[in-house]
């Protein structure tokens, strides 16, 4: 049944002046959005749940309330202040403020009769600006920005707190018990640190990324088969469970990942406007950024080795990446524009760097057991131009080349930095990937028809070089591994056309039509 309240959107706007400061003021803007979510599920299914097919007698455990649950229930709020001062005539200074939290999960065609076993997802973003502009003239103005950005995000079926407090001696015996053995026919013991004392330990992200450890595991009641209540602990082994061709639903279990990011980016930029003539405007500018990216990727163990309690594996397995990277990129450019009777030149250079302050194997037999090197920096001087011109009273036509420099995310530069090897095919990023280069080309036309109707009519052409892809390397019936590259090439081209009525029958109307060939 339809249910107009299932989204709820609150907004919040509030502006005015700031008596005691000078020439101040501020504005303050806010949403907060609830949605329960257009997409459900039913809960036929609890994580607890298991299958069996080992038979002709096949069995589906099925001890759900079959309850209907939206799939992809979302809460956000935003909230975005500015406050503005002028310390002096010539002179204005604002502060700026936005930040984002959300919590949402998504829609699981496998997860839709166990919706209990999905990933929550939550983040949070903040970025705070200083922006000050000063007059020096009436035609030359500066202006100076940095700003600071925080991006968090966590990935889970259960939150988990850290740090928290282990007892060692899980069943309180005073013995150092085996708990099961590695894949190496070694013993796996209750003594995380190895230091031979069977203590309460304070477990810490330093703890598990050196030497692992196991994670709580409250129990919560729930009822079953309508009327009985089982105590159910939150992590749950999934073998027969989940694992279940891709084409099945999930009869039971829950997704066993647990994923942490945090990005910050510092930004320092100056920008200078002057008409020098009548006929030149220049601009000129720089900007740094500075980043920090923190990726921590856990799986949660729960086999035979951990005597199926939640385990957190330490960062010298494969079901543990976790490292911060610490890029930096620099940018700067300079633009005159050319004001000749009726004719418009805007020609400009632009050069980009980048440094991604990392390393990369050597030998691509043996990745891990190479030698590493140094990656070296980016860089890109970029020309560009743009000519305007008329060709009646009211049509002109405008052309336009550049050349443009875009490094690929840094997911694809930094992926399993520590070259650990995985079952099926291992994925390695690549911290040495060159940018993407793209030149492109626009000709265009804009015409005016009469008082109220426009059309502007372009064609353009793109090169891309370097563009993205990724290489397939067999050295073994035991290792395989792809690793990203930009190497392919790809044009673009194609033609897009703007039709635009300021007036008609007290309407406006816009009409933008595209086609692309890639």
């Known amino acids: 049944n339809y249910n107009p309240l299932t989204f709820k959107r609150t907004d919040l706007s509030l ?5 005691f400061l000078p020439s101040g003021s501020f504005i303050l803007t806010g949403t907060f959005r609830d949605a329960k979510g257009w997409l459900y599920g039913k809960r036929e299914h609890t994580p607890f749940d298991f299958y069996n097919f080992q038979s ?42 936005t930040g984002a939290d959300s919590r949402h999960q998504s829609y699981s065609n496998k997860w839709k009769y166990n919706p209990d076993g999905r990933y929550t997802y939550t983040s949070s973003n903040y970025m705070h600006a200083l922006h000050f502009t000063h007059t020096l003239s009436n035609k030359t103005y ?4 940095a700003s600071y950005k925080n991006a968090d995000a966590e ?4 939150k988990l707190y850290v740090p928290y407090k282990w007892s060692e ?13 590695n894949a190496d026919g070694t013993p796996f013991d209750e003594d995380l640190n190895n230091d031979g004392i069977l203590s309460v330990i304070t477990v810490d ?3 598990l990324k050196e030497y692992g450890a196991f994670i709580p595991n409250p129990t919560r009641t729930i009822t079953v088969f309508d009327s009985i209540e089982v105590k159910l602990p939150n992590y ?5 469970r989940s694992d279940v061709p891709s084409y099945h639903f999930a009869y039971g279990g829950q997704n066993t990942g647990y994923f942490i990011s945090n990005n910050q980016t510092k930004t320092f930029k100056f920008d200078l406007t002057s008409q020098v003539t009548n006929s030149h405007q220049i601009r000129t500018g720089i900007e740094f950024n500075y980043y920090r990216l923190y990726r921590n990727d856990i799986y949660i163990e729960m086999s035979d080795r951990t005597s199926w309690q939640p385990y957190i594996q330490s960062i010298q397995t494969a079901g543990h990446d976790q490292y911060v990277r610490k890029p930096n990129d620099f940018s700067a450019y300079v633009q005159d524009k050319i004001e000749i009777k009726d004719i418009i030149v805007q020609a400009g250079l632009r050069y980009d760097y980048f440094h991604p302050h990392d390393k990369t194997f050597s030998n691509k037999t043996d990745p891990a057991g190479s030698d590493s090197i140094k990656v ?24 336009s080349y550049g050349h443009f420099f875009q490094m690929p995310p840094f997911s694809y530069l930094y992926r399993n930095p520590n070259l650990k090897k995985s079952s099926g095919v291992t994925r390695f990023g690549n911290p040495d990937l060159n940018a993407q280069k793209t030149v492109m080309y626009e000709l265009g036309l804009q015409q005016q028809i009469n008082t109220t109707t426009a059309i502007d009519v372009t064609i353009f052409y793109r090169d891309i070089l370097n563009w993205l892809s990724s290489e397939y390397n067999y050295i073994d019936n035991t290792f395989r591994y792809t690793k990203y590259i930009t190497q392919d090439y790809g044009n673009v081209r194609g033609i897009t056309f703007s039709l635009t009525n300021r007036q008609f029958s007290g309407f406006s109307m816009n009409l933008d039509l595209s086609l692309i060939h890639i």
């Open 15 to 19: 502006s005015g002046p700031v008596k």
């Open 56 to 97: 002709d007698d096949w069995f589906i455990l099925m001890s759900g309330d079959g309850e209907k649950v939206a799939m992809n229930p979302s809460v956000s709020k935003n909230v975005m202040g500015k406050l503005t001062i002028k310390p002096w005539r010539s002179a204005k200074l604002s502060y700026h403020f």
């Open 142 to 145: 500066y202006t100076l920005k």
């Open 155 to 158: 990935d889970y079926v259960h």
């Open 169 to 181: 001696d899980i069943n309180g015996n005073g013995v150092n018990d085996v708990m099961g053995y």
């Open 205 to 207: 992200w330093d703890f």
């Open 236 to 240: 749950i082994p999934n073998e027969s």
């Open 376 to 399: 070296k920096q980016k860089s890109q001087i970029s020309p560009r131009l743009g000519v305007s011109f008329p060709i009646t009273d009211q049509g002109y036509i405008h052309f």
